[in-house]
């Protein structure tokens, strides 16, 4: 199982951003997901997820600005992010649960300037 995550960059306050995270060996539909990040100097956290009965939770920080989601077709994980703020600024990763085992892509970095 791979996962490659893509769709950062540098954004003004209250722009958008959409990643993407494509997967092979495995498919998005049956899985747990999700997108976590890790600010400068701080732990990672959970962003976003889509449990594996199809139950979407987020974190308190993005709820309402952030939305998860993903194409069964493509096989692909996204996750639109609008309304950025400076303290979004992270590297966020994608991540697949399969067999009770994690999964991780190499993370995108998002940097959101004030």
């Known amino acids: 199982v791979q996962l490659q995550a893509s769709g950062g960059g540098l954004v003004r306050a209250g722009g958008s951003l959409k990643l993407s995270c494509a997967a092979s060996?495995?498919?998005?539909?049956?899985?747990?997901v999700g997108w976590y990040r890790q600010p400068p100097g701080k732990q990672r956290e959970v962003v976003a997820r889509i449990s594996a009965d199809r139950t979407t939770n987020y974190a308190d920080a993005v709820k309402g600005r952030f939305t998860i989601s993903r194409d069964i077709r493509q096989n692909t994980l996204y996750l639109q992010m609008n309304s950025l703020r400076p303290e979004d600024t992270a590297i966020y990763s994608c991540?697949?649960?399969?067999?009770?085992?994690?999964?991780w892509g190499q993370g995108t970095l998002v940097t959101v300037s004030s």
């Open positions: 991540m697949l649960i399969k067999n009770r085992k994690e999964y």
């Open positions: 060996g495995t498919t998005f539909g049956l899985n747990a």
